[in-house]
Nanobody, 123 residues
Framework: EVQLVESGGGLVRAGGSLRLSCVVSGITFDNYAMGWFRQAPGKEREKVGC?????????TYTDSMKGRVTISSDNAKNTVYLQIDGLGHEDTAVYYCAAAHFIYGCSGPFDYWGQGTQVTVSS
């Protein structure tokens, strides 16, 4: 059974930082590109960024969040992380991790998804 389990969400003050984790099981971690997405209330889901399988150092981010987010991974732990700095109210959303087979890479499709973790930014 494939599982992607996010954690690390919660309530955080504006201006703060958060690191989300996504533990992957049931697939060969190294064979997948790992993406982070988010969906705010009343809005469509958007991609935050993605770490490509071809090189774990090749990571892309959505323009609106560049400079504030960092995706990293620990292959030994089958875990991918999303660090968000300078949180603002606009970052309030459910954050999801997802896996796309290396054949497709960060363009997707993303075959496997986690259940999401809520991030709420307060004043």
């Amino acid at each position: 059974e494939v599982q992607l389990v996010e954690s690390g969400g919660g309530l955080v003050r504006a201006g703060g930082s958060l690191r989300l984790s996504c533990v992957v099981s049931g697939i060969t971690f190294d064979n997948y590109a790992m993406g982070w997405f988010r969906q705010a209330p009343g809005k469509e889901r958007e991609k935050v960024g993605c770490n490509s399988i071809s090189s774990r150092s090749r990571t892309t981010y959505t323009d609106s969040m560049k400079g504030r987010v960092t995706i990293s991974s620990d292959n030994a732990k089958n875990t991918v992380y999303l660090q968000i700095d300078g949180l603002g109210h606009e970052d309030t959303a459910v954050y999801y991790c997802a896996a796309a087979h290396f054949i497709y890479g960060c363009s997707g499709p993303f075959d496997y998804w986690g259940q999401g973790t809520q991030v709420t930014v307060s004043s």
